[in-house]
């Protein structure tokens, strides 16, 4: 395994594998036994961050979420795992109510709904302190200062350690950034938006944003990490479901465009030069970029995570990193 450094505080700055494991479904649609076994196998292989969220995965049984916290917390317990892990999870996107649909009735981002939700998540997970915790989405109807301000208070109660956000725009992110500068007080470190080898169409109207999926990256996006090294990007969903090697998996309407068929057949040919995995490639290629990137990864069984982690150790040389640049 590899490891990087995420957060720049020596009170909150923490060293994780540069693969890090996405729980969504653990406690859900992956059992229990099956659940422990890949977070075992993880940990065994080096793994030190785990990945979850408030309301994974209420759409499966129609709840508010908290099945994944909750088993991620067993998991600790029974296995004594301590600080040596890190553990990141979400707030800002769970239902308000039951709920097997996606909408806007969400918890949002107040300071009372961060610092009841970040006490729920601690609970559910039995550690002392979150050692990341996210934003999940924009909250467009709370002040951002209201909410810069209520990320501090559980930062500075030992509640939370590094902060971050997901599926916010970049220009969200700088805003709230200057503010908790401006106030003395931590500010977002990590952030966390789909990301992969094929690129997505930004300008699709998405659930929240008439303006495109602000869930993407996007060039804005990198731009902003290029220029702001001490800021990490993960990367959720980077073989989108299974897309890449799955006939039965449609890669969707965003993928519709002329760059889509280019990388693929350059993916493809890589894969087949290194004897790796059209997957594997596209971890590597993640990881080993100029802009790192850290690869949040799901798995349904052990032999799905074997494949990732095996791309650790994949060493793309610079000829092909090119041709896979330079698709298009």
């Known amino acids: 395994m590899k490891y990087r450094v995420i957060g ?3 009170e909150t700055r923490r060293e994780v594998s540069v693969l890090s494991l996405g729980t969504m ?50 998991w600790l317990r029974s296995r004594g795992v301590g600080d040596e892990i890190t553990v990141a999870t979400k707030l800002g996107a769970r239902p308000n109510r039951p709920t097997s649909g996606f909408s806007l009735d969400v918890e949002g981002l107040s300071a009372k709904v961060i610092r009841e939700s970040a006490e729920r998540s601690r609970e559910r997970l039995g550690i002392e302190r979150i050692h990341l915790l996210y934003a999940h989405i924009m909250d467009e109807n709370t002040p951002l200062e209201e909410t810069v301000r209520g990320f501090a208070e559980v930062v500075a109660d030992g509640t939370a350690g590094l ?14 950034r200057t503010l908790a500068a401006a106030a003395g007080v931590p500010g977002y470190e990590v952030l966390q938006h789909h990301h992969s080898y094929l690129r997505q ?16 990256v996007g060039g804005d996006l990198l731009s902003y990490v290029r220029d702001n090294p001490s800021l990490t990007q993960v990367a959720y969903s980077p073989l989108i479901a299974g897309a890449y090697v799955r006939e039965d998996k449609p890669l969707g309407p ?14 493809r040919e890589v894969a087949a030069e290194t004897g790796a995995t ?11 970029g100029d ?35 330079t698709a298009h």
Not at 255 to 266: I, M
Request: charged residues 20%.
């Open 291 to 325: 802009i790192p990137v850290l690869p949040l990864v799901g798995a349904s069984s052990v032999a799905q995570l074997e494949e990732n982690l095996a791309a650790v150790d994949l060493d793309l040389t610079p000829d092909q990193r090119t041709r896979l640049d």
């Open 163 to 176: 902060l971050g956000a997901s599926n916010h725009w970049a220009w969200r992110v700088e805003r709230a």
């Open 201 to 216: 169409r930004t300008d699709l109207p998405s659930l929240r944003s008439p303006d495109g999926n602000q869930g993407l």
């Open 25 to 74: 479904t653990f406690g859900t649609t992956v059992d229990e036994a099956t659940s422990y076994a890949i977070l075992d196998r993880f940990v065994e292989a080096g793994g030190t961050f785990v990945d979850t969220s408030n309301n994974y995965a209420f759409w499966v049984n129609g709840t508010q979420g908290g099945e994944s916290e909750e088993l991620v917390g067993r």
């Open 278 to 288: 059209v997957n594997q490639v596209v971890l590597a290629w993640l990881m080993g």
């Open 254 to 267: 965003g993928f519709d465009h002329a760059g889509t068929e280019p990388r693929l057949r350059a993916v």
């Open 8 to 10: 720049t505080a020596v």
